[in-house]
């Protein structure tokens, strides 16, 4: 891990093209400005790793889980599915793991 100290109004470089500056610095915190091509990801760590447990968390989910989650939902937030649709998405879930 490479540790640098910055004052406010100052920068460093990351990589081609990815600019970070600090644009204000407290005790307990410190307010970032980042440039970066949009190509560039910029995520939370913290949102990240809540990203991860999610999927993890719905890919052991039992297949009965979920139907009872989704008809708990308001039926206009599920959109209907044609019965083609449907039957494809459940031979789907039934593929994986």
Same mark, same amino acid.
């Given at each position: 891990m490479l540790i640098l100290w910055r004052r406010s109004g100052q920068s460093l470089i990351v990589g081609d093209g990815v600019e970070i500056e600090v644009l204000d610095a407290r005790p307990n915190r410190v307010k970032l400005g980042i440039v970066a091509p949009k190509s560039v990801s910029i995520v939370r760590g913290e949102s990240r790793i809540t990203r991860e447990e999610n999927l993890a968390a #719905?890919?052991? #989910?039992?297949?009965s889980v979920i139907e009872t989650l989704l008809r708990g939902l308001p039926s206009r937030s599920v959109p209907e599915l044609s019965n083609q649709e449907a039957q494809r998405q459940k031979t789907d879930v039934a593929k994986k793991p």
């Amino acid at each position: 891990m490479l540790i640098l100290w910055r004052r406010s109004g100052q920068s460093l470089i990351v990589g081609d093209g990815v600019e970070i500056e600090v644009l204000d610095a407290r005790p307990n915190r410190v307010k970032l400005g980042i440039v970066a091509p949009k190509s560039v990801s910029i995520v939370r760590g913290e949102s990240r790793i809540t990203r991860e447990e999610n999927l993890a968390a #719905a890919l052991s #989910a039992d297949h009965s889980v979920i139907e009872t989650l989704l008809r708990g939902l308001p039926s206009r937030s599920v959109p209907e599915l044609s019965n083609q649709e449907a039957q494809r998405q459940k031979t789907d879930v039934a593929k994986k793991p």
